[in-house]
């Protein structure tokens, strides 16, 4: 008999949106739920929360396995190792359209029999009624951003500066 995290497609799901972010051109952001095993910065958390710029450019050494995700990241200059819980985080997104996953807190959440009483009660399945979900929980439309008024603002990195007079990019990169 296989164990919960063994079966569990949450860090794949994870892994999926990161790369579906960093091949697009988009800067991915996990929002997380912090507790006592959650190593951030406590300054930047607030309400319980810390939303981290997980974009290569603004990590060092990031490695999401069955378990958690690590990297290390500069926070007010100084480098900080983080480690999250899989369980911990909320949702995975993409800065600039919202659109990402959404996972339920606290849960090493992805598997098929959640996600499948997701899709059954939006079709309306009376399967679903017993699965426990939430009855306001509704799947958006596939190209549809996904809601996260509830998530803080990010801590991130400065923009980068704007283009040179004449119009002419900077071909140069800020390295941290």
């Avoid at 949450?10 to 988009?26: H, N």
């Avoid at 949702?91 to 059954?120: C, D, H």
Wanted: hydrophobic share 40%; with cysteine; aromatic share 6%.
């Amino acid at each position: 008999m296989s164990s919960p995290t063994s079966s569990a497609t949450k860090p794949y799901l994870v892994r999926a949106i990161y790369d579906w972010c960093v091949e697009g051109g988009f800067t991915p952001y996990v929002a997380v739920l912090v507790d006592e095993r959650t190593r951030v910065p406590m300054q930047h958390v607030r309400e319980g929360q810390i939303v981290l710029n997980v974009a290569p450019y603004a990590t060092n050494k990031l490695l999401v396995d069955a378990e958690a995700l690590s990297c290390q990241a500069r926070f007010s200059g100084r480098v900080e190792n983080l480690y999250v819980p899989l369980t911990q985080i909320l949702a995975i997104y993409a800065r600039e359209n919202g659109q990402g996953l959404a996972f339920q807190p606290g849960v090493l959440a992805g598997s098929a029999a959640e996600f499948g009483a997701m899709l059954a009660a939006a079709e309306g399945d009376a399967a679903a009624d017993a699965s426990g979900m939430p009855e306001d929980i509704s799947i958006a439309e596939p190209d549809a951003p996904v809601p996260l008024a509830s998530v803080p603002d990010p801590v991130s990195p400065p923009e980068p500066p704007p283009a040179t007079p004449g119009g002419k990019v900077s071909h140069l990169r800020r390295v941290k």
